[in-house]
């Protein structure tokens, strides 16, 4: 069987676990590619079978940043608000931290599973 590519067009919605309510923040997470990757596992350290939180946690910004192509929904100011290309990154500094975790633990999640783990 011939290597099969990563698509790089793929979108994966995510919302937190921590969003509670019915109209919730999404994020639009991409696949990262392959040289994006070797930058991610540099981020996090080895991987030994078990994601460590704690070091992702320290690094969730940039995670976040080289992964998430949209944010739609986002409340500022009491206003729902949407975000892509460079605004993400002003996106991300009005996180609060927990979520900034959730979507960078997220990113790292569908970049390292097959395909088969991440449709579930």
Known sequence: MAIVGIDLEERYEFTCPSDEGEDKTVFVIRPLSARERFRLMELIGPMSGDVDVGRIAKVSAEIVEMGVVEIRGLVVK????????????????????????????????????????RKN
């Not at 605004?87 to 990113?107: H, Q, R, S, T």
Request: glycine share 10%; no cysteine; aromatic share 4%.
């Open 78 to 117: 009491g206003k729902k608000m949407d975000f892509s290309g460079d605004e993400i990154k002003k996106a991300i500094d009005l996180l609060p931290v927990n979520a900034l975790v959730e979507v960078a633990g997220e990113v790292v999640r569908v970049n390292f599973l097959g395909e088969d783990e």
